[in-house]
């Protein structure tokens, strides 16, 4: 819900979703079209920093 506010607000705002909660991240990754990247707790720097650049490509790539 936060997602979909947030992108409505803002169109072309990346959202990358955590969780610790596999069920939530599953749902998210198939329901939730304003998240570009989901991440499971935990996670490190480097998945961190991969999600970051997946969603900004993914937001590139829709810009044009």
């Known amino acids: 819900e936060l997602a979909a506010r947030l992108t409505a607000a803002r169109p072309g705002v990346r959202v990358i979703l955590m969780s610790a909660d596999p069920q939530v991240a599953?749902?998210?990754?198939?329901?939730?079209?304003?998240?570009?990247?989901?991440?499971?707790k935990?996670?490190?720097?480097?998945?961190?920093?991969?999600?970051?650049?997946v969603a900004l490509a993914a937001s590139d790539t829709a810009d044009r």
């Open 26 to 40: 599953e749902r998210a990754r198939t329901h939730v079209a304003q998240v570009q990247v989901v991440l499971l």
């Open 42 to 53: 935990p996670f490190t720097d480097r998945e961190l920093q991969a999600a970051a650049a």
